[in-house]
């Protein structure tokens, strides 16, 4: 490879690397910190930061089918590494979501679901899943508006890991269908809310750490003197 390829594969490959670099984002909340691939969000949207929850406000996230034999579904996954602060661990996740929907007619039918699955980075056989489910049925109704609410959540508890810092996949997918002229099946995701509890480092560990490092400081000390 002469000289002149050679530069042209280094800067290639610095580019790469770089746009890599850039994609990556890390927000901190009060107690965890968030990492994400900001170009693999999909549907999701960017997501914004507030105590320890990471906050989506999707706007392109719509099942929606209209008249005779009408399907549509719409999925997205995003992954999200979660790292406890200050030498914590994960005890919880959460995830709520919201938005509206329309369900005009008898052969009209919507739906919500997906999973949550939250590893253990440092151990990945450590997993737990749960289903993302709605809180209550989706209701036909007479008129096509207006648009009814619908909520549904996953949880997972993760506290016999003692994880520093997890993986959380989630995996959210809508449904419409329609048989009939004149019936709409119609649903749209517009928030989605990532929960994390996270359990501080016991007073009595930080305690003895300060303890630790003063004998330390002292026996140095007292070895000079």
Not at 4 to 10: G, N, P, Q, S
Not at 56 to 62: E, L, R, S, W
Not at 153 to 174: D, H, K, P, R
Request: with cysteine; proline share 4%; hydrophobic share 45%.
């Amino acid at each position: 490879m002469n000289t002149l390829a050679k530069e042209m594969f280094l800067l290639l490959l610095m580019t790469f690397c770089s746009n890599t670099q850039a994609n990556l984002v890390t927000v901190t909340g009060n107690k965890v910190s968030f990492t994400y691939e900001s170009s693999l969000l999909d549907l999701f949207g960017m997501p914004t930061v507030a105590g320890d929850q990471l906050f989506f406000t999707p706007t392109a996230f719509v099942a929606k089918a209209y008249g005779e034999k009408a399907f549509d579904l719409k999925n997205s996954t995003i992954n999200i590494k979660v790292t406890a602060l200050n030498g914590g661990t994960i005890d919880g996740v959460n995830v709520t979501e919201k938005g509206d929907y329309i369900r005009k007619g008898s052969t009209s039918y919507i739906s919500a679901g997906g999973q949550i699955r939250v590893t253990d980075l440092i151990a990945p056989l450590n997993e737990v899943t749960d289903a993302l489910t709605p809180t209550l049925p989706f209701a036909q109704q007479s008129n096509f508006f207006p648009t009814q609410n619908w909520q549904a959540t996953a949880n997972a508890y993760v506290s016999a890991f003692g994880a520093l810092s997890i993986n959380v996949s989630i995996e959210n997918i809508l449904v419409a269908l329609s048989n009939v002229f004149g019936d709409v099946g119609f649903m749209e995701k517009k928030a989605v809310i990532l929960s994390i509890i996270s359990v501080p480092l016991p007073a009595a560990v930080w305690l003895f750490g300060i303890t630790l490092l003063s004998l330390l400081a002292y026996s140095k000390r007292m070895h000079y003197i």
